[in-house]
C-alpha cells in the first residue's frame, strides 16, 4: 500500500471514530433530575419598571419563596411541571449539559400577568440540587416589567 493510500484509510479511519464519538442528544445523561423535588428559594433581587413600579409588588430581599418541580427526564431531555407558592408552570423540554447543569424555563398567565420562570441548576449529590431561579412578570395591559432574583436553598428529592 502506498503512503498516500495508508494516510487516507487513517484519515477515515479517525473521521469514522470522531463521527462516533460525538455528542448523542439521546445519549442517558450522567445525572437524573426525574423526580419531585421540593425547595425554597431566597429573593437576592427585585427590579420593577413602569407600571409594575407604581403597583410596588417586590418582596422583601431575602424573603423565602416555596416551589416544587415534578420532572420526567429521557435520555437528556428534561420535562415536567413546577409551582412557585401555588402558581403552576409547565416546563419546557431542556437538555441536561455536559457538566451536568439544568435550565428549565416555564411561563404561565396569572390572572392576565405573564411570569416566565427560569430555574438554573446543578446537583450536588443524587438527591439535592442547588441553583438560581429567575422571575419576569409583564402584561399586555401594563407598561414595564418586573424581574425577581433569588438563590435556591435546600432542594431536596423526595
Known amino acids: 500500500m502506498t503512503r498516500s493510500v495508508r494516510l487516507i484509510v487513517a484519515l477515515l479511519v479517525y473521521a469514522a471514530i470522531a463521527a462516533a464519538c460525538g455528542d ?29 413600579l407604581t403597583a410596588n409588588p417586590c418582596p422583601t430581599i431575602g424573603t423565602v419563596g416555596a416551589f416544587q418541580l415534578t420532572l420526567l427526564q429521557s435520555g437528556k431531555t428534561v420535562t415536567g411541571t413546577f409551582t412557585l407558592g401555588s402558581v403552576g408552570f ?25 411570569i416566565t420562570c427560569t430555574f438554573t441548576v446543578t446537583q450536588p449529590s443524587s438527591t439535592t440540587m442547588a441553583g438560581t431561579i429567575g422571575q419576569l412578570w409583564t402584561s399586555p395591559s401594563l407598561s414595564g416589567q418586573l424581574t425577581v432574583s433569588g438563590t435556591l436553598n435546600t432542594t431536596t428529592r423526595q
Open 24 to 52: 448523542n442528544p439521546n445519549a442517558p445523561s450522567k445525572v437524573s433530575y426525574a423526580g419531585t423535588w421540593n425547595g425554597t428559594y431566597n429573593v437576592t433581587a427585585c427590579t420593577p419598571t413602569g407600571d409594575f
Open 90 to 114: 409547565q416546563a419546557t423540554g431542556n437538555d441536561v449539559a455536559s457538566d451536568g447543569s439544568l435550565t428549565l424555563v416555564g411561563t404561565t398567565n396569572f390572572s392576565g400577568i405573564i
